[in-house]
T-cell receptor, first 109, second 113 residues
């Protein structure tokens, strides 16, 4: 079975501070990991995926298979980053997305 | 390009009433999903349809039924609503059932009193 855990339900930082949203997963095969974001009053949308190895809106995430983690990081948080963030997993062999519990990030001025 | 459209956006039901949530996508995606979003529990999969003509249970299917009417449309039915079904419901679609970006509807906020 596949499982995604986001240990922090709420995370609050000040503008300009670094931010890290934690994500751990369990899956026996080779996973594909994603971060989705939901801004206030907007629909859920893809932020980034690990296979792309790209930085979106200053966010990066590295897949650590040894620690089974896919933490989301940004060196300098902005107020517009305030949102709900979901980590998600699917398998390369084809399975539906499994989401974590979500982390509500608040960036204070 | 509308993407994924859900109706209605809001609904209040009395316990025991039935209703159908509608979802349509115009991206020619094969796979469609219904999730519920509850505080502290993330998004939990109710049912999904990997392709037209197939449906399968997700994590929390009890109390729900689905219909994949055609490639575009995937509806979720509550036969006898219960207060435990108060939630925000999201429909999503992907090109295929793996490893691709999921596109979400705007959500339906359902309250069962």
């Amino acid at each position: 079975a596949q499982r995604v855990t986001q240990p922090e339900k709420l995370l609050s930082v000040f503008k300009g501070a670094p931010v890290e949203l934690k994500c751990n997963y369990s899956y026996s095969g080779s996973p594909e990991l994603f971060w989705y974001v939901q801004y206030s009053r907007q629909r859920l949308q893809l932020l980034l995926r690990h296979i792309s190895r790209e930085s979106i809106k200053g966010f990066t995430a590295d897949l650590n298979k040894g620690e089974t983690s896919f933490h989301l990081k940004k060196p300098f948080a902005q107020e517009e980053d305030s949102a709900m963030y979901y980590c998600a997993l699917s398998s390369t062999s084809g399975s539906r997305l499994t989401f974590g519990e979500g982390t509500q990030l608040t960036v204070n001025p | 390009n509308a993407g994924v459209t859900q109706t209605p956006k809001f609904q209040v039901l009395k316990t025991g009433q039935s209703m159908t949530l509608q979802c349509a996508q115009d991206m020619n995606h094969n796979s469609m999903y219904w999730y519920r979003q509850d505080p502290g529990m993330g998004l939990r999969l109710i049912y999904y349809s990997a392709s037209e003509g197939t449906t399968d249970k997700g994590e929390v299917p009890n109390g729900y039924n689905v219909s994949r009417l055609n490639k575009r449309e995937f509806s979720l039915r509550l036969e006898s609503a219960a207060p435990s079904q108060t939630s925000v419901y999201f429909c999503a679609s992907t090109i295929i059932e793996s490893n691709t970006e999921a596109f979400f509807g705007q959500g339906t906020r359902l309250t069962v009193v």
